[in-house]
């Protein structure tokens, strides 16, 4: 049972802000996190760049709004519908000293859940936060640096362990590739990476142009950032070659079902791609059912709270 202290958040105090750079699925995602908003205004699409930038203003929206809460989305989400519902179900269990949480998404370039994308902000601690933006040539998580100084404020910055839909699907090849160029200079382990896709390209086309990418980073000096506008002149070639076309706009049908179809789908009991204490959590040596119960499910909907 809940405490009689614990409050969650009406929708009237969320600020959100979706940072987009040219993502297929921006439309839908924007249509999602707006569904249920009574006042569209509290919804701002962003198209700042670099990336740094894109943080920097999402940051001064939350600040300046005058409501307590800001939810700060990337473009390359399909969010569950009721996500709003979910999100203040996080803003309600927050500890008192928390700067930012964030649930997992299913990442489809890493075949498993992670935190991505979707960060929830106490408002009132983003003045503080913005004292501390980097510069726009550093770091490659500017967004990530932010928090890690806010926890050495003492803030803390919470993972939620619970799945809010799907990060990196059913995006452009275009897109695709420029991110997995970026990709590649952050991953870590850039091999383990290269031998999932270069399985699931057997299958799987998104995979393939993001080799491609890999291959094609490997070859010479990146550039701090990349340029979304920007010609790219060896992934034409790469389409041409392959008799390839790009992918038509996204239809907005039945989205929620798309989501719920594609986590349902995730093999759980064979990933090993998401972090252990996530599996351990969840579950997964047993299967889907406490991971999928939830999405299913969130604890707040049987509760009778509305918007």
């Not at 249920?36 to 203003?57: M, N, W, Y």
């Not at 040539?137 to 806010?150: C, F, G, N, V, Y």
Request: aromatic share 8%.
């Amino acid at each position: 049972m809940e405490s009689s202290e614990r409050r969650y958040p009406e929708t009237s105090e969320l600020t959100i802000v979706v940072r987009a750079a040219g993502e297929r699925t921006e439309q839908a995602c924007t249509e999602i996190m707006r569904r249920g908003l009574k006042d569209p205004a509290q919804c701002t699409v962003i198209h700042e760049k670099p990336f740094s930038a894109a943080v920097r203003r999402t940051l001064e929206i939350g600040r300046d709004s005058g409501r307590p809460w800001l939810i700060a989305v990337d473009a390359d989400l399909l969010p569950l519908a009721d996500v709003l519902l979910r999100v203040r179900e996080v803003c309600g269990k927050m500890a008192v000293n928390a700067y930012c949480a964030t649930p997992l998404f299913l990442c489809k370039t890493m075949a498993g859940l992670a935190t991505r994308g979707l960060h929830i902000y106490r408002a009132p601690l983003l003045g503080e936060a913005l004292s501390v933006v980097p510069n726009k040539l550093e770091p490659l998580r500017p967004e990530s640096a932010i928090q890690d100084t806010m926890m050495k404020r003492g803030y803390t910055r919470e993972c939620y362990a619970k799945i809010f839909g799907l990060h990196e699907f059913e995006q452009s090849y275009r897109h695709i590739y420029i991110k997995t160029l970026l990709r590649a200079r952050k991953e870590p382990d850039l091999q383990t990476l290269s031998d999932r896709l270069e399985i699931a390209a057997e299958s799987d086309s998104d995979a393939m142009v993001s080799l491609w990418a890999i291959e094609d980073a490997l070859q010479g000096e990146q550039p701090p950032e990349y340029d979304w506008s920007a010609q790219y002149p060896r992934f034409e070639e790469r389409m041409r070659e392959h008799s390839m076309s790009e992918k038509p706009a996204m239809s907005l049908q039945d989205i929620d079902g798309f989501v719920r179809s594609a986590i349902r789908a995730h093999d759980f009991v064979n990933d090993r791609s998401t972090l252990p204490w996530v599996r351990e959590l969840l579950g997964f040596g047993q299967g889907a059912a406490d991971a999928l119960a939830y999405v299913d499910c969130p604890p707040l909907a049987s509760t009778g709270v509305g918007s």
